[in-house]
């Protein structure tokens, strides 16, 4: 990967030897789900691994890629991520991460380029694909593209502590009868670093599944409907069997979509990515 050396001076190493832990913080749901206080841990270095993953996913592994806007699409998609950012007066069916990233990444200390401190959920300041592509060598571009790369650590941090705060959005969502069996698949996966990369993966992929604008004809695709799929009770098989769900959830998703949506262009695609959960 063609990853540029970072300005920060502190980087994963001012965790020392501190571990993420995937535990329940919202509000009320530890007393509806008391089970739910039990936490499962990653290492710094396994998150930064799972991020670069990611990245490889999203960008192929390069800085170029940090900053894209895909056609047909009308957001830019940044970072390792590729996390959402939606011009001023635009709003999509799709959650919108950056300004989140943004401001993640802030409250650990990195140097914001000038025109993303203009204030907190700043729009994207290019309007259309077109504005974007024609701006690739612009000073806003490089700036903003070089922040990205100086962060690729922060970034990963920012995906697991979305993969932390997803199982009480996804229980909360949930019917009352699925609940136990989405946190049972979900606490399947979290056993092996090959299952906690598939989750961290698809939840910045799909999102959580919880949002009903991100559904067509009544189903979503998200990483809530992914688990749901799964009935199994073995900790290897786990990722094995969340690749076959995940590839049955995206098949449908295509399949309800929108014809003018031309979403089966993209499935060859996510169904190669989600061959990398079971290493298929």
Partial sequence: MDKRRPSRKQRWHRFGGVVWRFAVVATGLIALWPELT???????????????????????????????WNQGEDFASLGIGHFIWYPKGRQGPFEESFPKLVSFVSSRGA????????GRGQPCPWNS???????????????????????????????????????????????????????????????????CYALIDYVNFK?????????????????????????????????????????AVLTRRVQNAPPDRHESRWLTGWLRRVNSYSGG
């Avoid at 990653?42 to 390069?62: F, M, P, Y």
């Avoid at 612009?138 to 993969?163: C, G, S, W």
């Avoid at 949930?174 to 092996?192: G, M």
Wanted: glycine share 8%; charged share 25%.
């Fill in 129 to 195: 694909r077109a504005e974007f592509l024609k701006a690739q060598n612009a000073t806003e571009m490089n700036k903003l593209r070089r922040f990205l790369a100086d962060t690729i650590d922060l970034q990963a941090e920012f995906l697991v502590a979305r993969l932390e705060a997803a199982l009480p959005k996804m229980l909360a969502e949930a019917a009352p009868a699925d609940r136990t069996n989405v946190q049972q698949q979900f606490e399947r996966l979290t056993k092996t670093p090959q299952g």
């Fill in 111 to 118: 140097k914001l380029p000038t025109f993303l401190l203009v």
């Fill in 38 to 68: 039990q936490a499962t841990t990653i290492s710094h270095s396994e998150a930064l691994k799972i991020g670069k993953r990611v990245w490889q996913n999203e960008c192929g592994g390069t800085i170029s890629g940090l900053t894209s």
């Fill in 207 to 247: 999102g959580e599944g919880v949002l009903h604008t991100e559904r067509y004809q009544g189903q979503g695709w998200g990483l809530l409907q992914v688990l749901e799929a799964m009935r199994g009770n073995s900790d290897s098989g786990a990722p094995d069997e969340f690749a076959q769900a995940a590839k």
